[in-house]
């Protein structure tokens, strides 16, 4: 079984700074991408950023240059550092992992419980 871990997030001021991070642990063998999908009210689910193995890393238009996703491979983690958040980054943020558990397993996805991101005006 693999569960994935998010802490941080909380309540911010426009412009402010938040992060939130996410721990992989259970039977992993390899993974091949982690990062952070986010969902806001009434919208649908939408991938904010990723890390994937011999890709690199891809964001979101609406969060480059704000936003910097990083990995600690050692750990199984993946961190979202958020800088000069606007209201319309509200969401619940989610994280994300593609990852085997054998050298025979399919690839499977995984996702964390959610964690919430509030950015007052």
């Known amino acids: 079984q693999v569960q994935l871990v998010e802490s941080g997030g909380g309540l911010v001021q426009a412009g402010g700074s938040l992060s939130v991070s996410c721990v992989a642990s259970?039977?992993?063998?390899?993974?091949?991408?982690m990062g952070w999908y986010r969902q806001a009210p009434g919208k649908q689910r939408e991938r904010v950023a990723i890390i994937t193995n011999g890709v690199g890393t891809n964001y979101a238009d609406s969060v480059k240059g704000r936003f910097t996703v990083s990995r600690d491979n050692a750990k199984n983690a993946v961190n979202l550092s958020m800088d000069s958040l606007k209201p319309e980054d509200t969401a619940v943020y989610y994280c994300n992992a593609a990852l085997r558990s054998s050298p025979v397993s399919p690839l499977r996805e995984y996702w964390g419980q959610g964690t919430q991101v509030t950015v007052s005006s």
């Open positions: 259970g039977r992993i063998f390899s993974i091949t991408s």
